[in-house]
T-cell receptor
Framework: KAGVTQTPRYLIKTRGQQVTLSCSPISGHRSVSWYQQTPGQGLQFLFE???????NKGNFPGRFSGRQFSNSRSEMNVSTLELGDSALYLCASSLEAREGQYFGPGTRLTVT | QKEVEQNSGPLSVPEGAIASLNCTYSDRGSQSFFWYRQYSGKSPELIMFIYSNGDKEDGRFTAQLNKASQYVSLLIRDSQPSDSATYLCAVKGGQAGTALIFGKGTTLSVSS
């Protein structure tokens, strides 16, 4: 089975711009979660989508949003980018709520 | 109080030795416990999960869970230089629901 894929892998944006990141889960996985990883804060949960519905949300401002499509592919959007949004954004998918999540390679976002 | 705590290390062990990695968590409602390995510049890779008190073995890895003490550990037997990485403990369930709550990770260095 193919793993989780994320596009693009690298992105450079300017403060104030917006960005959209894409994630395709493992085939058959309906749950997709997004995480932000920074050296200072570690891995932090952004949100989770299941069957096109946001099932869980972390403690991030409203500038961070996401959605899931009927084929389970997911996108996350960050509007009005700030320097502090520079991070590795990771998407993870799982089959069942209780199970572990499998991570994609991530998108490295740099905001200048 | 941090939700998931790990000693940041580095933990240094010689090749062939047993590496012991520890993690404590604060939410007594947590139900699922995971260990991820993350090589520098890569995304986290799921290596073990455990739901019930006691030990769970998978090859050279053993996960141990003690819910009364809110303690999870990972033992790596016959450590190899290729095991050198950051090991992340994560918990799911309880107040966080379906989100994985990660510790900051322990860096393991195995010397040959």
């Amino acid at each position: 089975k193919a793993g989780v894929t994320q596009t693009p892998r690298y992105l450079i944006k300017t403060r104030g711009q917006q960005v959209t990141l894409s994630c395709s889960p493992i085939s058959g996985h309906r749950s997709v979660s997004w995480y932000q990883q920074t050296p200072g804060q570690g891995l932090q949960f952004l949100f989770e989508y299941f069957s096109e519905t946001q099932r869980n949300k972390g403690n991030f401002p409203g500038r961070f949003s996401g959605r899931q499509f009927s084929n389970s592919r997911s996108e996350m959007n960050v509007s009005t980018l700030e320097l502090g949004d520079s991070a590795l954004y990771l998407c993870a998918s799982s089959l069942e709520a209780r199970e572990g999540q499998y991570f994609g390679p991530g998108t490295r976002l740099t905001v200048t | 109080q941090k939700e998931v705590e790990q000693n940041s290390g580095p933990l240094s062990v010689p090749e062939g030795a047993i590496a012991s990695l520890n993690c404590t968590y604060s939410d007594r409602g947590s139900q699922s416990f995971f260990w991820y390995r993350q090589y520098s510049g890569k995304s986290p890779e799921l290596i073990m999960f455990i739901y019930s008190n006691g030990d769970k073995e998978d090859g050279r890895f053993t996960a141990q869970l003690n819910k009364a003490s809110q303690y999870v550990s990972l033992l790596i037997r016959d450590s190899q230089p290729s095991d050198s990485a950051t090991y992340l403990c994560a918990v799911k369930g309880g107040q966080a629901g379906t989100a994985l709550i990660f510790g900051k990770g322990t860096t393991l260095s195995v010397s040959s």
